[in-house]
């Protein structure tokens, strides 16, 4: 497995108190494959995915438990010194603000070409061609010339496409992107999605593909793993969740995407919001919300129950789902309430 995450507890002091932004989450992602992580914000994927990048430092967290095993190693276990080492060779993210992550003072040749510098002790002028070759590669028109220009001097899908060829430049055997197209218009969105899925199956990279958005992630994904205030709530691959959720905060989610299957059925939106971290509902923190909520769910807290196959649902197997839902099985079969 190219990465295991078991467990993992990440709490942040604010002065409300302790916020448990990430409250046991275990998931793993194996080589090639990719894992959409699903979540409102807050819901505690963003911070995940820095825990595993080990980049946790802004605002203070703390990670209070679990494991980390990227190829075998617990990232935990490992000194800032080699941590340091793996990010960006080995590992690499890709934010949503192409901006504010590129450095404006340097021109994006510049900036490719020093991974290379840094990384792979090249000569400034090897590295600045393969600084043109990955622009040619994520498809930047004329980027002989265009490796000259600065962040600012290209548009917000170009920019992203630069985001995608840094984090590609070593060759990561994993790559977090973090909402990579939220900033961006709708056309260019599947664009630079279509392009990231493409390098991802062409280099056989591992993907965790972070988004609050489902409509993106059902062409690009394996599997998915659906987060709820600091949990992860349902898991399976992403065409039997589509198919049939086991659970009713995913098929809140999915009832509020336009689906051209379900045209002129009204669109749906789940009531109430996300809880605050520092207030979580005791027994099932989604049961506020719940059209499926009784009266256990609000004193016992649902473990992540093992899906098996369902019946009515149709679905062929129930392999690596998992839903934290007392009511999984009513979910499953449509028969609960909405
Ligand atoms: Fe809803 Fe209860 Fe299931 Fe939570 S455990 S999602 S409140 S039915
Ligand atoms: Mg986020």
């Known amino acids: 497995m190219l990465l295991e995450v078991r467990d993992l507890r990440v709490e942040f002091t604010t002065r409300e108190g302790v916020a448990k932004a990430v409250n046991g989450v275990s998931y793993e992602v194996a080589e090639g494959e990719t894992l959409a992580v699903l979540g409102e914000s807050g819901s505690g994927k963003s911070v995940t995915a ?3 990048m080990g980049i946790l430092d802004v605002p203070p967290g703390r990670i209070t438990g679990g ?22 060779a080995e590992m690499a993210m890709i934010f949503q603000d192409a901006l504010s992550s590129l450095n404006p003072v340097l021109t994006v040749g510049d900036q490719l070409g020093e991974m290379f510098v840094v990384h792979r002790g ?6 600045r061609a393969r600084a043109v070759e990955l622009m040619d590669r ?10 000259r220009d600065y962040p600012h001097q290209f548009s917000g899908g170009m920019r992203q496409r630069i985001m995608i060829a840094m984090a590609l430049a070593l060759r990561p055997a994993l790559i977090i992107a973090d909402e990579p197209t939220t900033a961006l218009d709708v ?25 609050h958005d489902l409509g993106v992630v059902a062409d690009v994904a394996d599997r998915i793993a659906v987060m709820y205030a600091g949990r992860i709530v349902e898991t399976a691959p992403v065409h039997d969740l589509y198919k049939a959720p086991a659970h009713p905060y ?3 989610l999915l009832d ?20 605050s971290l520092t207030a979580v509902p005791p027994g099932c923190p989604f049961h506020p919300r719940c059209p499926m909520a009784q009266d256990v769910c609000r004193t ?14 149709g679905l062929a197997t129930g392999e690596g789902r998992g839903s934290a839902c007392h009511f999984w099985r009513d979910c499953l079969e449509g028969t609960g309430s909405r």
């Open 50 to 52: 820095q825990a595993i």
């Open 67 to 88: 494991e980390i095993l990227f190829q075998g190693r617990d990232l935990l276990r490992l000194k800032e010194e080699e941590r340091r080492g793996i990010r960006g």
């Open 122 to 127: 090249m000569s400034k002028k090897d590295a």
């Open 138 to 147: 994520v498809r930047i028109p004329a980027a002989a010339q265009r490796v």
């Open 187 to 211: 056309t260019v969105q599947a664009q630079v999605m279509d392009l990231l899925a493409e390098l991802q199956r062409e280099y056989r990279m591992g993907l965790i593909l972070i988004t």
């Open 250 to 252: 995913t098929r809140g």
């Open 256 to 275: 509020s995407i336009p689906r051209l299957d379900h045209k002129g059925r009204e669109l749906y939106a789940i009531k109430g919001l996300p809880p």
């Open 300 to 313: 016992d807290v649902p473990p992540l129950y093992a899906v098996e196959p369902g019946g009515a649902a």
